[in-house]
């Protein structure tokens, strides 16, 4: 019977702390490392990048003797950020070894040493390699729960590369537990700011991630193009430990396409790279697969010889699942060579190591293979019941299977809408970019036409002069119309765009909810009230999106006193849902006046913004909320007595976003940040009369 080992990790882990986008020369890092005469922190910085950059993956071992050197003198000179930085690389090098306790152990002490320090970034970085370590030993809600805070603490600290490390991490965990869409979506956040940055690491890591993601979706040919994109990049960067997993995928998709040739070449490259590193983990589990590939040829006795070397290996380091299907393969190999008693003792060795390993599929293996040996030692009574519980496990993972087919369905359903749309919004480009082509030549065409009545006028005698200039300034003031025409319609269309893509999402996902209501009522589980309030709080979403499209596209509301009343509606709503102590103080003064709608929109989205940063990263015990308007003059404040940001390393989307808008409606915005006291965020804009 043909085995297929289960990967105990489907893509490998990035160490977000410490990723670079860049290879620096290594050359200078050492000089700079070496000089004493340049000051400790300038040197402490080279010697981790130099430790990071030109040993950690390739050379494991001269980096944990690099690591032990640069806390040691980091002690002598009293700096306490590059010790706690001491204690990541030893976590790191752990890491790449395979020994996931070890490198946690070091990642609580170099936790401990940044909250000392008072080092957010620190502490943000080491969370999220601490879920990783978590998801790596298959304990996934305790990684998520790290992994999320390790993300709320990037985004307050804006670090974008920390984000999509994040939302790499958390799209895997989400993989796992078999939710396919929201894994896709992250994978492919992550992967996105990553290109923007040019950060081959990230990557490399999110290459790897999505070959994952289609391995599980049985999409060989899919998943080997991901995972040898990911094994070039990771050779281009000289990370062993990430080539020697990516080799490892490999083969398995080239075995399940049948070539088995090619599959025992990546795994034999992956199996020389695992033990250059000294990866004991991985080790295991390739030589248990090349094992397994080598038993389907009925080579007994080089299998038999492999199994050996995991099966000592597996129980050295404690290593239950690597040490099960270890087992299992030598109890096969001794049943064909004649030895059922041997067989036996083995079989019942695997059973106890994957009850340890908690894997459905190992643990029936393990039965199966001592049904087996005890149906060939003619014990039939101890043989029925094994193969009673075989057949239960394969119960239990077949209604397993059958869930995850149905998330698989789901996946593929989603797949192709989003490839739908992305064609509607292919289809639109090309006819927004011909319009745009029209109306060049139809503004060449009019140039040419005034040029030509210019020059006509020019030959003319004197007294048609007057009557050209009259004819000049119409066709100005035509001009100026239809310039105001076309704003007016860009306004329009990207209103259209939000409704699209503010209402389309929720559209989409209350269908998704929908069938899989369905699909829970009808197997009778207890899924029900989960979905319906999944279902509620995205049509209250989709709903409130809605109200904020209507108002910002009717015309009734381009006013300055329909704004002030949006905003004030909009503050005490939210504000009272928060639950924080607030003032609201909107007001219009002097007679209303119309409101340019892409201005009116701008403001309101401001303030929008900043309303919901203070409720959601302020920890503020009050919220002041204040927009004053009159016939001349725009001036709002959001303002709270919360923890604070750093402004002058405040680049986020957001407030990116902020700072445009103020500048596109012709103000000015103005943010202010202390621990002691709290935010405030002021926009300024003075409105053209007449």
């Not at 289960?6 to 200078?28: E, F, G, N, V």
Request: proline share 1%; aromatic share 6%; with cysteine.
């Amino acid at each position: 019977m043909r085995e297929r080992l289960r990967a105990l990790i489907t893509a490998p882990l990035l160490l977000a702390a410490l990723c670079s986008t860049a290879q620096p020369d290594l050359d200078s890092l050492r000089k700079v490392a070496l000089d004493r005469s340049k000051p400790d922190s300038t040197r402490f910085t080279a010697f981790f990048d130099l430790v990071w950059e030109g040993y950690l993956f390739g050379n494991p071992d001269t980096a944990e003797v690099m690591a032990h050197t640069l806390k040691r003198e980091a002690r002598m000179k009293g700096d306490k950020a590059f010790e706690a930085r001491a204690s990541e690389l030893f976590a790191a090098v752990w890491y790449v070894r395979g020994d996931m306790r070890s490198a946690l152990s070091h990642y609580d002490t170099a936790l401990v040493l940044h909250r000392r320090n008072g080092d957010a970034d620190g502490q943000a970085d080491v969370i999220s390699n601490m879920g990783g370590m978590l998801s790596y030993l298959g304990e996934l809600d305790s990684a998520l729960t790290l992994y999320e805070e390790g993300l709320a603490l990037h985004e307050r600290l804006a670090d974008s590369v920390g984000i999509a490390n994040d939302l790499n991490a958390i799209g895997r965990v989400q993989m796992l537990r078999g939710d396919h869409g929201k894994a896709v979506d992250l994978y492919q956040q992550s992967l996105h700011i990553q290109e923007e940055l040019g950060n081959k690491r990230g990557i490399c890591t999110s290459l790897a991630n999505l070959g994952g993601l289609y391995l599980d979706q049985r999409d060989w040919k899919e998943a080997l193009g991901y995972y040898r994109r990911a094994a070039a990049m990771a050779e281009e960067l000289d990370d062993q430990h990430q080539l020697g997993t990516q080799q490892e995928e490999i083969g398995s998709c080239l075995e399940e396409l049948g070539d088995t040739s090619g599959s025992m070449g990546a795994y034999r490259r992956s199996e020389a790279i695992r033990l250059s590193i000294g990866d004991l983990h991985g080790l295991v589990n390739v030589r248990n697969r090349m094992a397994s590939l080598l038993l389907d040829q009925h080579r007994h006795s080089d299998a038999k010889a492999l199994f050996g070397q995991s099966v000592t290996m597996a129980r050295e380091e404690d290593l239950p699942y690597g040490l099960g299907n270890a087992l299992v393969g030598m109890s096969t190999v001794l049943l064909r060579e004649g030895e059922p008693a041997r067989a036996l003792a083995l079989a019942v060795a695997a059973d106890s190591a994957a009850a340890r390993a908690e894997e459905l599929n190992l643990q029936r293996d393990a039965a199966a293979a001592r049904y087996a040996a005890l149906k060939a030692l003619g014990r039939w009574q101890e043989a029925l019941a094994v193969h009673e519980r075989e057949v239960l496990l394969n119960d239990s993972i077949l209604r397993e299977e059958n869930q995850r087919e149905l998330l698989r369905s789901g996946f593929r359903y989603a797949y192709e809408r989003a490839a739908e749309t992305d064609s509607l919004r292919h289809a639109a480009e090309r006819t927004r970019t011909e319009a745009e082509h029209k109306e060049q030549r139809a503004w060449l065409l009019a140039l040419l036409a005034i040029a030509a009545i210019l020059g006509l006028a020019a030959w003319l005698r004197m007294r048609y002069v007057s009557r050209a200039k009259r004819a000049v300034e119409e066709a100005q003031g035509r001009l100026v119309e239809s310039e105001r025409m076309r704003e007016a319609t860009e306004v329009r269309m990207r209103i259209a765009r939000d409704v699209h893509d503010q209402l389309g999402s929720d559209l989409t996902k209350l269908v998704l909810l929908s069938t899989e209501a369905k699909e829970v009522a009808h197997a009778g589980t207890n899924g029900l009230p989960e979905i319906a309030h999944d279902i509620e709080r995205i049509a209250g979403e989709a709903n409130r999106s809605l109200g904020d499209i209507v108002w910002a596209i009717d015309p009734h509301h381009d006013s300055l006193a329909g704004l002030t009343e949006r905003v004030r509606a909009h503050a005490e709503r939210m504000l009272k849902w928060s639950k924080v102590e607030h003032t609201v103080d909107c007001v219009h003064e002097g007679p209303d006046r119309a409101l340019d709608p892409a201005i009116k929109r701008d403001i309101y989205l401001m303030l929008r913004e900043a309303l919901n940063n203070a409720i959601k990263y302020a920890k503020a015990s009050h919220i002041t909320v204040r927009l004053h308007t009159s016939l001349s003059d725009v001036e709002f404040e959001v303002k709270d007595d919360g923890v604070g940001m750093d402004t002058r390393n405040a680049n986020g989307q957001g407030l990116k976003n902020m700072r445009q808008r103020a500048e596109s409606s012709g103000g000015s915005i103005t943010m202010t940040s202390s621990s002691v006291e709290g935010t405030s965020i002021v926009f300024r804009a003075r409105l053209a009369v007449g």
